[in-house]
T-cell receptor, first 117, second 115 residues
Framework: DTGVSQNPRHKITKRGQNVTFRCDPISEHNRLYWYRQTLGQGPEFLTYFQNEAQLEKSRLLSDRFSAERPKGSFSTLEIQRTEQGDSAMYLC???????????????FGSGTRLTVV | DQQVKQNSPSLSVQEGRISILNCDYTNSMFDYFLWYKKYPAEGPTFLISISSIKDKNEDGRFTVFLNKSAKHLSLHIVPSQPGDSAVYFCAAIIMTTDSWGKLQFGAGTQVVVTP
């Protein structure tokens, strides 16, 4: 168990391009979360999966954003037609439902830093 | 709508002394609070938590105090060590409705422990 893995670690893209990030949670964790962190701010919730079902989406997640978790394992977050305002650190976290209420058992990945130029 | 606020963006403390980090919240429905620590280029790691039914929780050098009437919590680190230099985030959750784990974070406090 190597923790929550996020790829790539860094992504620089031109405005208008599409980007996709991947998150591999801890294997036995059935819950997966995406957060976004901008400079000088704390992480902001984007979306959450219980197994393969996407159960909650923040209003921060505009139509250009889509997240999937096929087969309830890894997850992808895609941003279409990127804008400079999308530049941020995108954090993935996972937990077990049973432990989510016990100190939240949250394990965060190291994040993907997106820079839109 | 920033419901969790950390009004001190930075804190400098001497090694061996006490670090006190403050956090205020506006939503009285929050019933569970957590502190996370974040090093550069790493994700946040869980530090300590407290339920709203308690006013203190202690774990080694870390103690969290909760004052519900003031909607205020604080994290005390005693004694501070150089390895404590990091960004600390306060987070809160409404367990009754967000029991699956939607955390609301403050903006963070950068702690620097000097020799």
């Amino acid at each position: 168990d190597t923790g929550v893995s996020q790829n790539p670690r860094h992504k620089i893209t031109k405005r208008g391009q599409n980007v996709t990030f991947r998150c591999d949670p801890i294997s036995e964790h059935n819950r997966l979360y995406w957060y976004r962190q901008t400079l000088g701010q704390g992480p902001e919730f984007l979306t959450y999966f219980q197994n393969e079902a996407q159960l909650e989406k923040s209003r921060l997640l505009s139509d250009r954003f889509s997240a999937e978790r096929p087969k309830g394992s890894f997850s992808t977050l895609e941003i279409q037609r990127t804008e400079q305002g999308d530049s941020a650190m995108y954090l993935c976290a996972s937990s077990l439902r049973q432990t989510a209420l016990s100190n939240y058992g949250y394990t965060f990945g190291s994040g993907t830093r997106l820079t839109v130029v | 709508d920033q419901q969790v606020k950390q009004n001190s963006p930075s804190l400098s403390v001497q090694e061996g002394r006490i670090s006190i980090l403050n956090c205020d919240y506006t939503n009285s429905m929050f019933d569970y609070f957590l502190w996370y620590k974040k090093y550069p280029a790493e994700g946040p790691t869980f530090l300590i938590s407290i339920s709203s039914i308690k006013d203190k929780n202690e774990d080694g050098r870390f103690t969290v105090f909760l004052n519900k009437s003031a909607k205020h919590l604080s994290l005390h680190i005693v004694p501070s060590q150089p390895g404590d230099s990091a960004v600390y985030f306060c987070a809160a959750i409404i367990m009754t409705t967000d029991s699956w784990g939607k955390l609301q974070f403050g903006a963070g406090t950068q702690v620097v422990v000097t020799p």
